[in-house]
């Protein structure tokens, strides 16, 4: 999952999207709505600052509108519209905007950033314990803020529906969540949640990761450090899939992925598991790619003419077809083995076809068994090693012949 952030100034879009860089997520803010696409597509976090925060609000909301239609368009994309602390600046107009350009009918507003003073008390701003009309924000030259109730702040430039849902003995996730779903059943379209701590913030962010139904979310840089864990967003990092199956369908699944991702195809051959210079290198190239954050594709045979030379040049070594079939797991083995010793840490997830390729992966690095977590499709699961080292990668292994053509592509889409 990639996230678009939507903010009104180049400072805010700053202070968001550190939150999800010192997590290592590869994060960039662009005032360039042409080349907003490719950013998502190369980044995991995009900062869209949309320079509206002195606007007029029918200008803000034209923006807002025009960034968070073209993101609708864009699959698997989580949109997060920032706002200021203090509430400067058009807040209901591109809230509403957003709203729009995406198709939502509701939203969530979680505004508090507590470690800098800033809490939500009763759907009131308080800063430093005053509220937030009382203080200094009220006197802004370019954007006075005058009231503190946030329902009002909004009703200013949006006519939809705002509720609060406040902060009492029964503010659990499960009890919030009812709640929410309570108020929008009625009709609600925006509601406000209190909070005093970043323990709220925490368990807020957690709560409104297990909505099912789309939404939009609005907060600050306080909400946003919380959003990387509770929306399981991941660093950007290499997916290494290891083609021991050399079965039709399994060939027929790695071509239609070619045409809808990016990875790098590594071929090995019988030839170069005979040759410990050559597997050196492969193993170089592969580290390589990464520690480049390349998605790879190892296989041994990309047509049946690459299984008919292999068999040829096996029998020729003295191997029969058994034998052969077990030096090329063997050498899938010792290969990704090696691999994982040396960059476990830089795996976004593991792919492996081919019962012989697993077990041997599993002999070299003396993994006793595996834990299984889920089902990425029908009798494909996902599961993690159980060993010390190697028990943080997401596996997913798959019986050469499963699956139809689309089962590879699902199966990379799962994993990133």
Same mark, same amino acid.
């Given at each position: 999952m990639k996230l678009a952030i939507i903010a009104d100034d180049f400072t805010g879009s700053n202070d968001t999207g550190v939150q999800f860089a010192k997590k290592g997520l590869h994060t960039v803010v662009t005032t360039n709505i042409n080349q907003l696409m490719g950013n998502i597509s190369d980044n995991d976090v995009v900062v869209f600052d949309t320079e509206s925060r002195f606007d007029n609000k029918e200008t803000a909301y034209k923006k807002a509108i025009k960034i968070s239609s073209k993101i609708k368009q864009l699959d698997n994309?989580?949109?997060?519209?920032?706002?200021?602390?203090?509430?400067?600046? +058009?807040?209901?107009?591109?809230?509403?905007?957003?709203?729009?350009?995406m198709g939502y009918d509701f939203a969530v507003v979680i505004p508090a950033l507590p470690s800098n003073g800033r809490k939500t008390? /009763?759907?009131?701003?308080k800063l430093n314990d005053k509220f937030l009309h009382e203080t200094e924000i009220?006197?802004?030259?370019?954007?006075?803020?005058?009231?503190s109730y946030i329902p009002?702040?909004?009703? +200013?430039?949006?006519?939809?529906?705002?509720?609060?849902?406040?902060?009492?003995?029964d503010y659990t996730k499960e009890k919030l969540q009812e709640r929410l779903i309570d108020l929008r059943n009625k009709g609600t379209e925006i509601i406000v949640f209190d909070a005093e701590s970043d323990i709220d913030l925490k368990m807020l962010s957690e709560m409104i990761? !297990?909505?099912?139904?789309?939404?939009?979310?609005?907060?600050?840089?306080?909400?946003?450090?919380?959003?990387?864990?509770?929306?399981?967003? !991941?660093?950007?990092?290499?997916?290494?899939?290891?083609?021991?199956s050399v079965s039709d369908v399994t060939r027929e699944q790695i071509t239609f992925a070619d045409d809808i991702h990016d990875f790098d195809i590594i071929d090995i051959s019988i030839q170069d598991f005979f040759d410990d210079i050559k597997k050196e290198i492969i193993l170089k190239t592969i580290l390589q790619l990464i520690y480049d954050k390349k998605d790879i594709v190892i296989r041994t045979a990309k047509d049946k003419k690459d299984i008919q030379t292999a068999c040829e040049y096996a029998?020729?070594?003295?191997?029969? !077809?058994?034998?052969?079939?077990?030096?090329?797991?063997?050498?899938?083995? /010792?290969?990704?083995?090696?691999?994982? +010793?040396?960059?476990? +840490?830089?795996?976004?997830?593991?792919?492996?076809?081919?019962?012989?390729?697993?077990?041997?992966?599993?002999?070299?690095?003396?993994?006793?068994?595996?834990?299984?977590?889920?089902?990425?499709? &029908?009798?494909? &699961?996902v599961g993690r090693f159980v060993h010390e080292k190697y028990c943080d990668i997401d596996v997913v292994t798959k019986a050469g012949a499963f699956g139809n053509e689309e089962t590879f592509s699902n199966i990379l889409d799962y994993l990133r």
């Amino acid at each position: 999952m990639k996230l678009a952030i939507i903010a009104d100034d180049f400072t805010g879009s700053n202070d968001t999207g550190v939150q999800f860089a010192k997590k290592g997520l590869h994060t960039v803010v662009t005032t360039n709505i042409n080349q907003l696409m490719g950013n998502i597509s190369d980044n995991d976090v995009v900062v869209f600052d949309t320079e509206s925060r002195f606007d007029n609000k029918e200008t803000a909301y034209k923006k807002a509108i025009k960034i968070s239609s073209k993101i609708k368009q864009l699959d698997n994309v989580l949109v997060y519209k920032k706002l200021d602390s203090t509430f400067r600046g +058009n807040i209901g107009a591109e809230i509403d905007g957003c709203m729009n350009g995406m198709g939502y009918d509701f939203a969530v507003v979680i505004p508090a950033l507590p470690s800098n003073g800033r809490k939500t008390i /009763e759907g009131h701003v308080k800063l430093n314990d005053k509220f937030l009309h009382e203080t200094e924000i009220a006197k802004d030259p370019k954007t006075p803020v005058t009231q503190s109730y946030i329902p009002d702040i909004i009703a +200013n430039q949006c006519s939809r529906k705002v509720e609060v849902i406040k902060k009492d003995c029964d503010y659990t996730k499960e009890k919030l969540q009812e709640r929410l779903i309570d108020l929008r059943n009625k009709g609600t379209e925006i509601i406000v949640f209190d909070a005093e701590s970043d323990i709220d913030l925490k368990m807020l962010s957690e709560m409104i990761a !297990k909505i099912e139904t789309h939404f939009l979310i609005v907060g600050t840089a306080g909400l946003a450090e919380y959003m990387t864990d509770a929306f399981h967003l !991941k660093v950007h990092k290499s997916i290494l899939s290891i083609i021991g199956s050399v079965s039709d369908v399994t060939r027929e699944q790695i071509t239609f992925a070619d045409d809808i991702h990016d990875f790098d195809i590594i071929d090995i051959s019988i030839q170069d598991f005979f040759d410990d210079i050559k597997k050196e290198i492969i193993l170089k190239t592969i580290l390589q790619l990464i520690y480049d954050k390349k998605d790879i594709v190892i296989r041994t045979a990309k047509d049946k003419k690459d299984i008919q030379t292999a068999c040829e040049y096996a029998k020729e070594q003295g191997l029969d !077809k058994y034998e052969t079939s077990e030096f090329i797991a063997q050498g899938l083995g /010792e290969i990704t083995g090696k691999i994982l +010793n040396e960059a476990s +840490n830089d795996l976004a997830g593991l792919f492996i076809t081919g019962g012989d390729t697993l077990i041997k992966i599993a002999k070299y690095l003396d993994i006793e068994g595996m834990k299984i977590i889920d089902e990425v499709l &029908p009798a494909i &699961p996902v599961g993690r090693f159980v060993h010390e080292k190697y028990c943080d990668i997401d596996v997913v292994t798959k019986a050469g012949a499963f699956g139809n053509e689309e089962t590879f592509s699902n199966i990379l889409d799962y994993l990133r």
